[in-house]
Each structure stands twice: as structure tokens, then as C-alpha cells.
């Protein structure tokens, strides 16, 4: 144990203080608006890292995560409309369906890497899409589907953006924990070896085939439960949130955020869901000047959010530089670099 | 359809090359890019979007930009210039701004700040041109004219014609001129390119600018059979990307021929199969050729070095 480290205590202090203020927000913004997007970014954050244990923890590249984050919202939108399911089993079958459907995917996928893997997901992605717009049956198609249920426990509804804030919030947190266990455990350590050499790590017994389908299952019941909670908090599904531009919007919030961070996943859904906000002012140009921004973080915040938090925290200490800090870098550096 | 009819099929096949024949050309841009730098470029499409909006400006009798109607009218000659011009700066713009500052840093940040500057200049269409799509006729007056007993769109011809010139181009280039040799060079081995005294930054540079053309000219083409619109170039780069993987990529003939097969099964599918899902029928095609032969048609075997 190693809990009287006081660097380690400070750690644990200061995430216990952002968690508390982070749930003190509902008791102090009463802004509708404002809450329900706190709401809608945690969503994304729990795609997010599901994305962050593909791509930054095994080094898979996967543009198919707004696919399954379709998949989840659509399977716990009908389960819970047309099949009349309470809420709570129809979120456990999007997760294990999204799940399941990774694991369809990754499976065929794993001989692909780099752009290959890339672009078989696109394929992926693309194709879901068109299915959620074209099995009207099912989805409504372009219509969308309406008057999907929020969530209860007992006879207490989350009916409110306030209610619902908390829901989403134990939701990251669990989830954050899940990965925090993976990335610092045994099966962590197998996906880094994977990520940053895979030959390397297949002659040390790692059996790279069945982490890294792991890898996928993850990623897609994260994606699964994020579009579930979507689904039960806008309570409207339309086909257009699942395309293409939205994995692409997951990619570039991992990236933003620093890919191989928890934390970085959670801060880069965050701002990239607070920025088109803030932006809105500058009215038709905001989107424009969101693209910009993406463009100067990527070059000016080389490892992310994550990083650059991490730099400021070692001028701050002033002494040696965070534990850690140096093996982040090559890992930072090391994500999506290629054999040249 | 209860007999097989053979002017009708005939029909498909020559609107087919001639979708095919656009994504070859755009598919050219990505391979010559990957080659040269190991990155996939997905801006691509805007550089089949941006030349096409400029090119309506120029071209049409009266457009709206940012508010207000223009009439900028020139000749079509002198429009084709201008584009030209135009994207050369821009293809050069491009390498120095989104590939250029993290040419050291791993494919993934390049791909990012490709993703970013497609965000920026597809809202930036958006913005000067608003979301009214445009209509630019295409070089000849006329709806389809007759060959025997086929009617044929007189742009799918120019299309081809267009195509079948350019590869011949590009072959000559590649094959019998220094520079194309340099950009060879530089796409096999770029350090060792450097020792023999390429410069690698500047054919990196001719590079983007090549493949910028490329997406202008296959924008050129296209608009006139399509509209104008912000989202033109996305699904023709998408689907020119899976082309390119059909055909295996880096490969220079699988591109155009990757291009040329999805265009026409994709034409076909989408007359015989179900019109609904003609986008699909592209994606499928890929999924089906990465799970059975990854390396696609004409691709080497992807050897992963250790």
C-alpha cells in the first residue's frame, strides 16, 4: 500500500474535492439549459472513454463509436416504447447488445490496424446509420422515435435535467472507475504492451487476440450505455445524432482531452461540448471557429488536456516532475505513431 | 425487370464509370498523400467542395455571398483558371497549417487537424455561400444525346474523357519526369529520399498541391451531375477512401481501379438492389474485401515491421 505517499493522498484529496463540486453544480446553476448540457457532456464523456480504452489504452482506432452509442440509445428506445420494458432492463440489454455487436465487430477487425481499422469502421458506422434510417419498422426512420420513458427508481422519476444530472454523474464516476481499474491492473498493462508493440507483446504470452477483442467489447457497451442514458434523457431519438460526424466528434474529444487519460476523456467531452456554447454567440460562424480550435489544440497541446494539466501541476510542485510523467510522454507519443 | 435489357445496362455502365471515374481521381489524392506523408487526409472532400463552390461564383449569373447577390460572371476558361490558381495557394496552405507543424508527431494529430480544417471549411461554405445548394451546368447544353440507341449524358463522357486523360498525365509525370521520380522517392523512403538530395518538404508540399488539383478537377467534374453543396465532397471522399482500400492502398492502379469498380457496382446495386441503400453498397463492398483479402486487389501484403 502505498496510501501514505503524501503525492498519492494529495491525488486522492484533490479527486475527492472536483467530484464534490462537480455534484454540487445542479444546487447551484438552475439553468435548465446549462444542466442538460452538464448532462449530455457526461454522456459523451462515458462514450468517450469507452473510445480511450480502444484507441488509448490498446492503440485500436475505432470511427464507429456514435454506431453503437446508436445501437444502445435505439435497443433501450424500443425495448422500452413498443415492448413496454421498464427502463433499467432495457439499459442492461443496450449495453450487452452494443457489447455483443463490439465483439461482432472487433472480431473480423482484428488482422486490420492503423487506417485499415479505420476505415472498416467507418464502413461499420456508415452502414448502421443508414439501417437506423432505413428500418422504419423498427426506428421510425427519419421521423425518429418519440415518448421514450425516463428512468425511476421506486416512485422517484428522473424527471428532471437536475435529477437526471446526478444519474449520469454516479454513471461516469462508475464508469471512470471500471477504467481506472482496467488501465492500472494486469489486463491495462496487456493493452499497453499491445499499443506499443504487438509483436513485442505477443512473445511475452500476451494473447493479443483476446484483449483486444476486449478492447472492442468495452468500448461498445460503454457506447451502449452512453446512448441509453441519451436516449431516457431527451426522450427522442432521430438518426441524425448516430452518423459519422459524431464519431468523429468522440475521436477529436479523446484527443482534445489527451487519449490515454480517464480524466483527459472526461475533460475534452466537456469543453467539446461546452464550446459550440460558448461560441454561440459569433452565431453562424461558431461551428467554424470550433474547427479552427481543434486544428491549434491539436498542434499547440501535443498531449492533450490531460498534459498540459500535468505540466502545470509539476511547475506547481516545483521539485521533480510528477511520477510518471516521463513514461506518459512516450505513451502520449507513442499513441497512433506508425512505423514510418 | 423480367428480361435482361441490354441498352438499359449499357446505360448503367457508362453513368457508373463515370462515378467511378471521380472516385478514382479523388482516390488518387489520398493515395498519393498517404504515400508521401503516411497519413490519411480526411479533408479530401472538402477539396472536391471548396474549388466547386468557387467555381459556381464565378460561373453562374447571379450567387449570394455572405447576404448579398454578386454577379461575378467570367468566361469558363477563365474560371477554370482561377480555381486552379486558387487551389494551388490552398493545397499549399493546407500542408503548412494542418500537416506541416506535427509532421513528427504520429499519424493520429495529423488526422485530427485534417478533421478540424474539413469542420472549418465545410461551415465556412456554409457561411459565404448559405445552405442553398447551387446548380452549374456542366460544358455541354444538352440532357443526354444518342449513341446508336444509347443515351448518354454528355458530362458522364467528359468524365471519363477527363479521367482517362489525367491518368495518362499523372503516368508520364510519375514515369519520365525528375519530379515525379522525386515524389516517388519520397513516397517509398523519405530519409533515404533526403540523402540523395531530394527536397523532401518540398515534394511533400507538390504533393498536397497535386492531390488539392485533383480534388478540384473531380470537383469540377462532378457538380455539374450533383449541387453544390457543403456536404458534396463528404460521402465521394468516404467512399473514394474505400476505393482506394478496394483497390489496395498506396496502390496507384488499385485507386483508379478500386474507383472505377465501386462507381459501377454501386450504379448497378442501386437500379437492381435497393435504391435506399446505394450508400451502403460501397461500405459493404469494403468490409467484404478487408475481411478476405486485406491487402486489397492490387495491395502488397501489409507486413507489420516489428
Known sequence: MTSRDPARLRGVLLLGIAIVAVALVPLVVHSDYILNLCGVAGIYAIAVMGLGILLGFTGQMSLAQAAFFGIGAYTSGWFTTTLGWSVWPAMALAVVLSALIGLAVGYPCLRLSGHYLALATIGFGIITQLVLINWKSVTNGSDGMTGIPPPQIGSFVFDTYGKYYYLVLVAVLVCAYIAWRIKTTRVGRALEAIRENEIAARACGIDATRYKIVAFVLAGAYAGLAGSLLAHDTKFLSPDSYSFDQSVVFLVMLVVGGSSSIGGAILGAVLLTFLPEVLRPLKTSYIMVYGAAVVVMVIFMPRGLAGLIEVARARFSRGAPPPGSSVSVVAAGATGAEPA | ?306
Do not use: C
Open chain 2, 1 to 306: 425487370m423480367s428480361q435482361f435489357d441490354l441498352v438499359a445496362n449499357l446505360q448503367l455502365l457508362v453513368s457508373g464509370l463515370a462515378i467511378g471515374s471521380i472516385y478514382a481521381l479523388v482516390a488518387l489524392g489520398f493515395v498519393l498523400i498517404y504515400n508521401a506523408v503516411g497519413v490519411v487526409n480526411f479533408a479530401q472532400g472538402e477539396f472536391v467542395m471548396f474549388p466547386s463552390y468557387i467555381a459556381a461564383t464565378f460561373l453562374l449569373p447571379a450567387v449570394t455571398v455572405f447576404g448579398t447577390v454578386v454577379h461575378w460572371q467570367l468566361p469558363v476558361i477563365a474560371v477554370y483558371l482561377l480555381v486552379i490558381v486558387l487551389m494551388v495557394g490552398f493545397g499549399l496552405l493546407f500542408n503548412r497549417i494542418a500537416y506541416y507543424p506535427l509532421r513528427d508527431r504520429g499519424w493520429l494529430p495529423v488526422v485530427i487537424s485534417t478533421i478540424g480544417v474539413s469542420i472549418f471549411l465545410r461551415n465556412a461554405a456554409q457561411l459565404t455561400w448559405g445552405s442553398e445548394p447551387l446548380v452549374i451546368p456542366g460544358l455541354f447544353n444538352m440532357d443526354t444525346f444518342a449513341i446508336g440507341p444509347l443515351h448518354v449524358r454528355p458530362q458522364d463522357l467528359v468524365i471519363i474523357v477527363v479521367t482517362a486523360l489525367l491518368i495518362a498525365f499523372q503516368y508520364l509525370l510519375f514515369e519520365r519526369t525528375t519530379l515525379g521520380k522525386q515524389m516517388r522517392a519520397t513516397a517509398q523512403d523519405r530519409a533515404t529520399a533526403r540523402l540523395i538530395g531530394v527536397r523532401v518538404g518540398r515534394i511533400v508540399a507538390i504533393t498536397f498541391v497535386y492531390s488539392a488539383l485533383l480534388g478540384t478537377i473531380s470537383g469540377l467534374l462532378v457538380a455539374p451531375l450533383f449541387t453544390v453543396t457543403k456536404e458534396m465532397g463528404a460521402l465521394i471522399a468516404l467512399k473514394a477512401f474505400a476505393a482506394s482500400i478496394v483497390g489496395g492502398f498506396g496502390s496507384i492502379p488499385g485507386a483508379i481501379i478500386g474507383g472505377l469498380a465501386i462507381g459501377v457496382i454501386e450504379t448497378f446495386g442501386g437500379f437492381y438492389i435497393s435504391s435506399a441503400y446505394t450508400d451502403a453498397i460501397a461500405f459493404v463492398i469494403l468490409i467484404a474485401v478487408l475481411l478476405i483479402k486485406p491487402s486489397g486487389l492490387f495491395g502488397e501484403r501489409v507486413a507489420e515491421k516489428a
